[in-house]
């Protein structure tokens, strides 16, 4: 049934069922063999059968949030992917990012994209931040029956909130539990290195780029100590994808731009390898 | 040959049905779809700010609609959902007007042969293209007929008299001022022959800019401080067509569901 009609051309019942906004519900209802997570797998899957990805941070800083995450999906000790892209713009106002499966990752933002600017037109009006947060978890929960299986998909949702004019920063787990994080926080298996060192390096009244910068060092000393997350590729030049949102809405920074900020990283780490010291003292 | 008594013919359903969705349809107020330069421009108008007569369906596709609210409303969330879930199961590219237009026909078709009342609508699906020639825009009515349109589509109301005026007024590759004034113009049209100047608040309006790149996404509503501009850039630059009557509407608001 590639057309989605009826076998006269028509439009199904429930095209015009009104009182719906949601389109995950609505494939629920028109085809839920389209929805992730709805297979029932035979067996649990090896994880050096599938693509991951790793290290996602995001942080608030005074005029909104920034994501960042770096380039590597691995399959077992395999690197499957160098220039994978982790984090997608879900609609104008938020990004997500995602570490875990990469396959049931990438159709999981797909549907939750789809169904953000469905509501749009649906609705007339966008859904408020919270709401975003909780159709995304309401979808993660839906794939638990896979996570439990080994496509277990960690996603971290950052947004502008016009309503409080803040960033916001949404994590979850497999289970779709919906926790809001203060400041800054990280998923995927670098996770623990890169929280370590934004803990140092994070200051919530900072401007935007050197929120970014923190960011990447923070990536940085993640690749540092955990194998399946990617350093910068300087040769390749691949470099961490970037996504701001502000009161202006999502911008991706270009190459150019990380490009010159990852450089002036990679000297300062040619002097001091472990990347800048933060003060002992707090009079410091 | 006698027939069985309340009998009717097949000839005689079908132009009851037309003649009565007909009727439903001039009671409303009439809306307009035209190309522009850059795009394609719709115009409605309509008082409320919030039940819309032209809406998005899609990256490139714009829908526009007169007639019974419930119905046309019903219809344009119909149309979003197969928008999205054939753009979910293919490429955002796969999604076209053409598509739409037909699963739109088929089944204004069906309900009008079929169901006890037809639907009193009329529909304008639009897809803007690379270029002007590649615009297209279809015009659906109440019996499932389409027919593909160029310049100027008007529905509703008194279309007639709307289109014609229109036409006096339309030009091809127009800007988008120029093209709004000529359809706020026309829109303006009295039955009596008269002409009442229609205010920013009295239009909904809308555009398919082809040079507009937001995710691709090339609809947008024009309203507030812009439509005033352009509504305002283009009276004080051509002389006051010094139409008769004044402003007002002898139609008033209450048109029992007719939007």
Known sequence: MSSH??????????????????????LTRHNPDLLPGRRTLPGTVDAKDMRHGTTIVAATHADGVVMAGDRRATAGNVIAQRDIEKIFPADEYSCVGIAGSAGMAAEIVRLFQVELEHYEKIEGSTLSLDGKANRLSTMIRGNLGMALQGLAVVPLL????????????FSYDVSGGKYEEQGFYSVGSGSVFARGSLKKLYRGDAPEQDTVVALLQALYDAADDDSASGLPDVTRRIYPQVASVTADGLRMLGDNEIGALVDAILDGRMRRPDGPAAPVRDDA | MSMPLGYISPEQLMKDKAEYARKGITRGRSAAVLQYDD???????????????????????????????????????????LADVRGYTNARRDVTARGLANAYAQTLGSIFTEAHKPYEVELVVAEVGESAAEDQIYRLTFDGSVQDERGYVVMGGMADQVASALGRHYRQGSSLAEALRAAVDALGQQESGGHRDLEAGQLEVGVLDRNRNRSGR???RIQGAELERLLASTVESEEEPAAGTESGSPDSDSDDGQA
């Open chain 1, 5 to 26: 009609l009826d076998g006269l051309g028509r439009l199904p019942s429930e095209f015009t069922t009104p009182g719906n906004s949601s389109f995950a519900e609505f």
């Open chain 2, 218 to 220: 090339m609809f947008r």
């Open chain 1, 158 to 169: 950052a947004g502008y909130d016009p309503d409080a004019a803040t960033g916001r920063i």
């Open chain 2, 39 to 81: 795009g394609i421009l719709f115009v409605a108008e309509n008082r409320s700010r919030t039940l819309h007569k032209i809406s998005e369906i899609y990256d490139r596709i714009g829908f526009a609609a007169v007639g019974m609210y419930n119905e046309f409303e019903n219809l344009r969330q119909a149309g979003i959902r």
